[in-house]
C-alpha cells in the first residue's frame, strides 16, 4: 500500500527559528513530490520535486528530495508567525496524488 | 475571481439526505479531483476525472458519486448521507502537463 508519512506531527517554535519538516513515501510509481501549506482551508502550493539533490528556494522556505532514501525536507528559515499552518506532503504515484497526514507549525511571536 | 470554486461552503444535513456538492473551475484544466480531509489523516481521494467522458474512483469512493457535466464542473453527490461523512471536501483541478493540483477553498459537511 502506498504510504507517506511526515514528521513530526506537530511543533511549536519561536519566531526567528529554523524548522526542518520531513516526508518519507513508499509508492510503486513515483512522479513528483509536492509540499503544500494549509492555513484556514485551501491547500496552496509551495514546490515541486521530482529530480534529488536539486534544491527548490522561494524566500525563506527551501526543499530537497532524496529519491534513493525516499524523502524530501521543507526548511524554513528565520520563521514569523505567518508561517504557522499545516504543511502537507504529497506524491504523484501515476494517476494520483497520495498525501500524507501533515505537519502542524504553529510560531510564536 | 477565484480559479476554482466550490459551492456551497458550509453545509449541515440529516442522516439519508442526499446531497450534491458542486465544483466550478476557470483553469481550463481538463483534470478534476475530489478530496475528503478528517483530522490527523490527511486528504484522502474520492474520485478524479481527467475528462467529461472519464470517471475513475479514488481510494475512498464507497457512499459517493460524481458527475462531469462539463470541462468546467465536477459535482460530488452523497446518495444517503452518514454522520462518518462528515469531513472538510475539496475540489482541485490540474492541467495534463504538471502535477500541480490547485484546489477550491473547501466545504466543511457536517451530517447530523
Known amino acids: 500500500e502506498d504510504k507517506v508519512v511526515q514528521s513530526p506531527l506537530s511543533l511549536v517554535v519561536h519566531e526567528g527559528d529554523t524548522v526542518t519538516l520531513n516526508c518519507s513515501y513508499e509508492v510503486t510509481n513515483f512522479r513528483s513530490l509536492l509540499w503544500y501549506k494549509q492555513e484556514k482551508k485551501a491547500p496552496t502550493f509551495l514546490f515541486m520535486l521530482?529530480?534529488?539533490?536539486i534544491e527548490k528556494k522561494s524566500g525563506r522556505l527551501s526543499s530537497i528530495l532524496d529519491k534513493k532514501e525516499l524523502f524530501s525536507i521543507l526548511n524554513i528559515t528565520a520563521t514569523q508567525t505567518g508561517d504557522s499552518a499545516v504543511y502537507l506532503c504529497?506524491?504523484?504515484?501515476?494517476?494520483?496524488?497520495?498525501f500524507g497526514a501533515g505537519t502542524i507549525l504553529r510560531v510564536k511571536s | 475571481d477565484a480559479d476554482v470554486t466550490q459551492t456551497p461552503r458550509n453545509r449541515i444535513t440529516k442522516t439519508g439526505k442526499r446531497i450534491m456538492l458542486e465544483c466550478s473551475q476557470t483553469?481550463?484544466?481538463?483534470?478534476m479531483y475530489w478530496y475528503r480531509q478528517d483530522p490527523g489523516l490527511g486528504l484522502r481521494l474520492i474520485y478524479y476525472?481527467?475528462?467529461?467522458?472519464?470517471?475513475n474512483k479514488g481510494e475512498i469512493s464507497d457512499g459517493y458519486s460524481v458527475s462531469r457535466q462539463a470541462q468546467a464542473k465536477f459535482s460530488l453527490s452523497l446518495e444517503s448521507a452518514i454522520p462518518n461523512q462528515t469531513a472538510l471536501y475539496f475540489c482541485?483541478?490540474?492541467?495534463?502537463?504538471?502535477?500541480?493540483?490547485?484546489f477550491g477553498p473547501g466545504t466543511r459537511l457536517t451530517v447530523l
Open positions: 483553469k481550463g484544466h481538463d483534470r
Open positions: 521530482t529530480s534529488s539533490g
Open positions: 482541485a483541478t490540474r492541467e495534463a502537463s504538471t502535477d500541480t493540483q490547485y
Open positions: 504529497a506524491v504523484q504515484e501515476g494517476n494520483k496524488l497520495v
Open positions: 476525472s481527467f475528462d467529461v467522458k472519464d470517471i
